[in-house]
């Protein structure tokens, strides 16, 4: 029985060694799937935008797409995709802000959308540094738009360069803490090599923040949302978009509150210069 036992035991410690070995060294595809979404075709946004490239901080060309503001004066608003998707998918936002008069910046990062360069959590905020160097020399009015992945990588930009307001759908606290209840018999904490510690960054923003996300977001918890906000300071709104999942909260009520929130951010302006 004991012989038993230790086998038993045995095979059980071998194949969760395997497991956690195997996690470790597939983490980058799992956090960038690159794209799983196949990418839309859409011969309306690429009438309204035209590529643009842009070189890394470490060498690295990208290509982007942009729509330039009527003045520089306008807001921008830098799109960042999430994961298992390309620049495409944040189409329908960008068509919308394009025809609500905001000039646009799709953002793509490295690996992705054709891009060569492999993505890893320090290559992605240099992207995101690219693309705002690109739009900060066309106006003075940024606006950061963030969705899941694209939410750490936001984070991280607001913290460092100067916007006028954070805009973050369907955000993560950290990339560990998802990982960390999806896989929670491994100690992803201890191993994981990009973390988008979004939590402890959002404090040091100083601009206006919206988060939004759905109630039913099976991918990254409401909670997420909700501890984020806890930990902003300023001016900062939550919005809780009834029914939405993790791919659908602009189109289920979100475009409302984004809408809403440059709004007032204008009439803030307004006021602020008469």
Excluded at 136 to 146: D, E
Aim: net charge negative; glycine share 8%; no cysteine.
């Amino acid at each position: 029985m004991r012989e038993v036992l230790w086998i038993l035991l045995t095979a059980i410690a071998i194949t969760y060694a395997i497991s956690l070995a195997g996690l470790y060294w597939l983490q980058g595809r799992l956090v960038y799937p690159l794209e799983q979404i196949e990418a839309l075709k859409n011969p309306e946004l690429e009438t309204l935008t035209e590529p643009i490239t842009v070189k890394t901080e470490d060498a690295i060309t990208l290509t982007m797409r942009y729509r330039a503001p009527p003045t520089r004066t306008t807001p921008t608003i830098i799109l960042f995709h999430g994961n298992g998707e390309d620049l495409t998918q944040r189409a329908h936002i960008a068509l919308e802000m394009i025809e609500a008069g905001y000039g646009v910046l799709l953002a793509e990062y490295r690996g992705y959308g054709g891009n060569s360069g492999k993505p890893h959590e320090a290559g992605l905020y240099a992207d995101a540094r690219a693309a705002y160097a690109h739009a900060a020399a066309h106006s003075t009015n940024i606006v950061l738009h963030g969705y899941s992945l694209g939410s750490g990588v936001a984070v991280q930009l607001a913290s460092e360069a100067r916007i006028s307001a954070l805009i973050l759908e369907a955000p993560f606290t950290s990339i560990v803490d998802v990982a960390a209840k999806r896989f929670w018999l491994f100690p992803v904490r201890l191993f994981a090599r990009d973390r988008y510690d979004s939590l402890s960054k959002i404090a040091v923003i100083d601009a206006p923040l919206l988060i939004y996300g759905g109630t039913k977001d099976g991918v990254i918890p409401p909670a997420h949302f909700q501890r984020l906000f806890d930990a902003a300071r300023g001016d900062k709104r939550l919005a809780l978009i009834e029914n939405a999942d993790h791919l659908d909260p602009w189109t289920m009520g979100g475009r409302e509150h984004v809408m809403q929130f440059l709004e007032s951010l204008q009439s803030t302006r307004d006021a602020v210069q008469a």
